[in-house]
C-alpha cells in the first residue's frame, strides 16, 4: 500500500482557481504514475489529469487549457491547479498512484476531497 493524501479542497466560485495537492508517503518516482479522478454525486469516477513517473502529462477533454498537474519529486506530492472553475467541476476529487510491474497494475487512492463551485 502506498498512502496518498489529498489537500486544498473547499468552496470556489465559478471562474475561480484552486490547488490541489496529493502527499505520497514513499518517492513517487517509484510510482509508474499518478493522477487525479473524479466523482460527481450520482456518477462514476472519471480520470481527470496524470503524470507519469517521465512527466509524461495527459488531461481530460472537459478540463484541458484549465487544469494543469505537475509533480514535486523532492516533496513526494503532486499538485493540480485548477483554473477557470466551473459548476460542472464540483465533485469528490480523488487522488491516485499506479505501479505496472509483470504487466499488471496496482492502484493506490486517497480518501477523496471535496471540490464545490459556486456563488
Known amino acids: 500500500q502506498v498512502p496518498l493524501v489529498e489537500s486544498g479542497g473547499g468552496l470556489v466560485q465559478p471562474g475561480g482557481s484552486l490547488r490541489l495537492s496529493c502527499a505520497a508517503s514513499?518517492?513517487?518516482?517509484?510510482?509508474?504514475?499518478m493522477g487525479w479522478y473524479r466523482q460527481a454525486p450520482g456518477k462514476q469516477r472519471d480520470l481527470v489529469a496524470y503524470?507519469?513517473?517521465?512527466?509524461?502529462?495527459n488531461y481530460a477533454e472537459s478540463v484541458k487549457g484549465r487544469f494543469t498537474i505537475s509533480k514535486d519529486n523532492d516533496n513526494n506530492t503532486v499538485h493540480r491547479q485548477m483554473n477557470s472553475r466551473k459548476h460542472e467541476d464540483t465533485a469528490v476529487y480523488f487522488c491516485?498512484?499506479?505501479?505496472?510491474?509483470?504487466?499488471?497494475?496496482?492502484?493506490?487512492w486517497g480518501q477523496g476531497t471535496q471540490v464545490t463551485v459556486a456563488s
Open positions: 491516485n498512484g499506479w505501479i505496472i510491474t509483470d504487466a499488471r497494475r496496482f492502484d493506490y
Open positions: 514513499e518517492r513517487i518516482n517509484s510510482l509508474t504514475g
Open positions: 503524470i507519469t513517473r517521465s512527466c509524461i502529462t
